[in-house]
């Protein structure tokens, strides 16, 4: 875990999200205590429970951006789960466990991909001496009966050379061989039928030990193998159960779960029968959230310290609406605010990849030069504030959607329009969002 303060986390996210500073802190503050935590003595480390929150607000001002750029920043493993995914435990569908499960599955991938970075040289030069022992038998080497077993060594030795300065010169990608592979896990028929989605990862793992790898031919050019055989070789150099061990820690310590769509889980003050959607889920989150052992295919996964960001819009539920010990185990609230007009000017121009600088950056790939003047991006800004107040408020994605239709035409003309300058200003905006800006029930139907 990165050592971060919270005024470089913020500064951080400044860079990628405008506003909701509020939000920025409290999920500062939250990732900087679980480095604190890290530094305490063992006793005390285990006493010392996440900061799990509730981001609530509309659709569009930047809940899930912040927790998906805040898990980039500390390299920590992070899921977004939708909350009307689940069904309570015993009923068609998934249960709530499964988030550890996918979360514990990509800190597996995350720690082998860091693996892989520190056995790429070794594995790279086993890679190379398996491809020459393919190509030599292939090569025109003659051996006489007759010849010295020291001349036909040495000839060999050349020959090999030889071939390892063209495969390093890239000089035969091209060339095809033939090449063994192992394929793993059950066959693809056998895990169509019984459906991968609702499968445990248990079960999937399970039949991948049953049913052994098969050996099997394949012609391949030297590109392809040269993938294969490096992949493994990295599985033949990484020690698996430290990898696994490793990926386990660092989905306990540092792993984050975002779960969207929170508010969806709140039900209505009466509920006669089962509802295994809602109240449900909600209980069955309750142990997952305090903190409990779930089972995988990697071993046994505590949560007790994993951080989970809950979020959800609340226009038809109130917080106080889930149940009362979920409200506790989220104890803290940030409330995000509207996006105003001034808030849309800075989100087309200051982040990195504000969508002025996407759309420009897409048109140099056609030989266009595209700028936008500053009264372009405020009407612009305009637009998409007055639809966003006229119909649904969907924040800043509205901002895509009045983009798209700017664009349209001269995305669709622009390999004709090779070697122009096209100047967006006001004008231009106007007129090609006159109708959106006119019409309000068509801009209902633009998303």
């Not at 600088?357 to 030069?369: F, I, N, P, S, Y």
Request: with cysteine; glycine share 4%; charged share 30%.
């Amino acid at each position: 875990m990165q050592n971060l303060t919270p005024q470089q986390i913020v500064e951080a996210l400044d860079r990628h999200i405008v506003g909701q500073t509020a939000a920025k802190r409290a999920a500062a503050v939250a990732i900087r205590n679980r480095w604190r935590r890290l530094q305490l003595p063992d006793d005390l480390r285990d006493e010392v429970a996440p900061a799990n929150m509730i981001l609530i607000g509309p659709t569009g001002v930047g809940k899930t951006e912040i927790a998906r750029r805040l898990a980039g920043l500390v390299n920590a493993p992070f899921i977004k789960v939708e909350a009307t995914k689940y069904t309570e435990v015993g009923y068609h569908g998934r249960d709530v466990e499964s988030m550890v499960r996918d979360l514990v599955e990509l800190a597996i991938h995350m720690v082998k991909d860091e693996q892989r970075e520190v056995v790429r040289a070794r594995a790279q030069e086993l890679t190379e001496e398996r491809l020459l022992d393919t190509l030599i038998p292939a090569t025109d080497f003659d051996r006489r009966e007759d010849a010295p077993a020291t001349e036909v060594a040495e000839r060999r030795r050349r020959n090999r050379e030889k071939l390892r300065v063209q495969l390093r010169n890239q000089e035969l990608e091209d060339r095809t061989i033939e090449l063994t592979v192992q394929s793993k896990g059950p066959p693809i028929g056998v895990m169509a039928a019984l459906g991968t989605e609702q499968l445990d990862q248990d079960v999937q793992g399970l039949l991948e030990r049953l049913m052994p790898s098969q050996p099997k031919r394949r012609t391949v050019t030297i590109r392809e193998a040269r993938s294969i055989l490096f992949d493994e070789e990295c599985d033949k150099l990484i020690d698996r159960e430290k990898m696994i061990e490793m990926a386990v820690q660092r989905a306990q310590n540092a792993g984050i779960i975002f779960i969207d769509e929170l508010d969806k889980l709140a039900a209505p003050a009466q509920v006669y029968g089962p509802d295994v959607s809602r109240q449900g889920v909600q209980r069955d989150l309750l142990p997952i959230i305090e903190g409990s052992t779930v089972q995988t295919r990697y071993g046994t996964v505590r949560t007790d310290h994993i951080l989970f960001i809950a979020a959800g819009a609340f226009h038809a539920a109130k917080p106080s609406d889930l149940m009362p010990e979920l409200q506790g185990r989220l104890p803290i609230r940030v409330t995000l605010d509207d996006l105003t007009r001034d808030d849309f000017i800075r989100i087309l121009t200051e982040p990195a990849n504000a969508l002025t600088k996407q759309h420009v950056a897409l048109m140099a790939t056609e030989g266009v030069r595209l700028e936008f003047t500053p009264d372009a991006i405020e009407a612009v800004a305009d637009t998409a504030y007055r639809v966003n107040q006229a119909t649904d408020n969907i924040g800043a994605r509205r901002l895509m959607t009045v983009m798209e239709k700017l664009m349209e035409e001269l995305s669709f003309d622009a390999p004709r329009r090779r070697g122009e300058t096209i100047r967006v200003d006001r004008d231009y905006v106007q007129k090609r969002l006159a109708d959106v800006r006119d019409d309000a029930d068509l801009s209902r139907f633009i998303l």
